[in-house]
């Protein structure tokens, strides 16, 4: 058939262009819808339609004659490694002097990095301050930091005497033998839920974040304290920014990148993201539980955690203050609510000061302070400023 180029018209050119256009873009980008969208709608119906994982019971418990290998002066039980302590504080959750009670109400754990000596520092001036927990909020906080060792052998020596001498005068490192690196966040966690069996079973309540968040404390403790208060009491809880079927990641240059080896369906378990959640003391049991029975060659440490929980039959809990990877606006109508906050190094004392601050006489009380601060909060998290940051939903709580 030929065509008649005459009668083809100028806004036909247009067309045909545009066409064009649209369709090399989606060519070029194709490799990227694939990843976020396909793998999603993927994951959803998946989800939605099996939803039911307990193929993952099965598929992660551990072959029983990998029982009891040896693995050098760690020793290797069923799915993961029992990496020896080179710092330890196994006195941390018991009373001291008779000042504070063996009864821990929050075990908080930071999963630091050793040469990150800063953020530490912020972190135990702010809102991992023991004494400010106690003497403001009236619980008994508990705040160590987990560590493995630093990754590049001729620094590991300097670092490590700094270490030793930043844990005399604070006594809160917690560390293992295992090199200190993002493929072992999964041994940092199980790190967490061991000590917590060993040396800190009573605490109600144990939350995990990274050295990069902020945590509203007052705000937190007052949370949970309606918890323990509430009818059902600290049972089942496992709280923070809930990812729901979210697809493994099998783009190959991804950090994130996960073969179909390791995970081969198409989506995960329900977790909350490892920035900053919180369980409850039989929860935090459960977890260890698992970490006894399933293979932890998952090295995405929140996922395992998801893992984890589906087996032993724990949900996760969103909670719409919890930020995950999500960064706080700067606004007194925010530090009413908020939980935690990511991606903060520089500015955790001054946010910290700020967000403290005594507001009794401030224009936020009231009914019309509420009305302002509801409608700050629509403008802050709702208006589509492409950051990430609360959801919409934040704003009408
Ligand atoms: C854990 O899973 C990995 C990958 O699926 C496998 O290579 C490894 O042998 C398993 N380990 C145990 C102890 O079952
Ligand atoms: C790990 O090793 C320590 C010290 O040897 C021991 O007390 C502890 O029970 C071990 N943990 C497990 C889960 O076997
Ligand atoms: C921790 O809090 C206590 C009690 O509020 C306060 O006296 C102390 O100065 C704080 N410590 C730091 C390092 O800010
Ligand atoms: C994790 O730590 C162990 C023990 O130090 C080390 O042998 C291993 O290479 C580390 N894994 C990664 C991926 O860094
Ligand atoms: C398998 O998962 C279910 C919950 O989904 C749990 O009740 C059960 O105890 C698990 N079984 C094993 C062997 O872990
Ligand atoms: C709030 O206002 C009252 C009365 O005006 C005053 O007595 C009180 O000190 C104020 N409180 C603060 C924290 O500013």
Redesign the pocket.
């Known amino acids: 058939m030929f065509v008649n180029f005459r009668r083809i018209h100028k806004c036909q050119c247009l067309q045909l262009l545009t066409t064009g256009v649209l369709l090399c873009m989606l060519m070029v980008y194709w490799e990227e819808l694939d990843h976020h969208v396909v793998s999603h709608v993927r994951s959803f119906t998946y989800r939605y339609m099996i939803n039911s994982y307990d193929f993952l019971n099965s598929s992660f418990a551990?072959?029983s004659n990998?029982h009891y290998r040896k693995g050098g002066s760690n020793r290797v039980f069923?799915?993961f490694v029992n990496y020896s302590y080179l710092i330890n504080h196994p006195e941390k959750c018991k009373g001291e002097n008779g000042k504070s009670s063996n009864d821990v109400f929050l075990l908080l754990f930071v999963k630091s990095s050793p040469e990150n000596f800063e953020r530490r520092q912020a972190i135990r001036d702010t809102w991992g301050n023991e004494s400010f927990v106690w003497a403001e909020l009236g619980v008994n906080m508990r705040l160590v930091f987990a560590i493995g060792t630093h990754p590049y052998v001729e620094q590991r020596y300097k670092v490590q005497t700094a270490l030793l001498k930043e844990d005399k005068v604070y006594g809160d490192l917690i560390q293992q033998n295992f090199v200190d690196t993002f493929y072992n966040l999964t041994t940092k966690l199980i790190l967490q839920f061991h000590w917590r069996h060993m040396y800190c079973p009573q605490a109600r309540f144990v939350m995990s974040g990274d050295d990069d968040i902020f945590v509203h404390m007052p705000n937190l403790v007052k949370y949970l304290q309606d918890i323990l208060r509430s009818q059902s009491g600290a049972k089942d809880l496992w709280v923070g920014h809930v990812h729901r079927g979210s697809p493994p990641v099998r783009y190959k240059y991804s950090k994130y990148h996960i073969p179909y080896?390791?995970y081969p369906w198409p989506s995960y378990p329900d977790y909350t993201a490892g920035a900053g959640y919180v369980v409850s003391g039989d929860v935090a049991a459960k977890i260890y539980q698992a970490t006894l029975l399933l293979?932890s060659?998952m090295y995405i440490d929140d996922v395992f955690m998801g893992i984890c929980a589906k087996a032993m039959g724990v949900s996760p809990q969103e909670h719409v203050y919890f930020s995950g990877e999500g960064k706080a606006p700067y606004h007194t109508c925010i530090y009413d609510h908020m939980i935690t906050s990511h991606d903060h190094i520089s500015d955790v004392r001054s946010l910290w000061r700020s967000a403290t601050e005594s507001r009794e006489n401030s224009s936020t009380r009231g009914i019309i302070g509420n009305l302002y601060c509801t409608a700050v909060r629509v403008m802050l998290l709702c208006l589509p400023h492409y950051q990430n940051t609360y959801s919409c939903s934040a704003a009408f709580t």
């Open positions: 551990i072959n990998h069923g799915g080896d390791l293979n060659s």
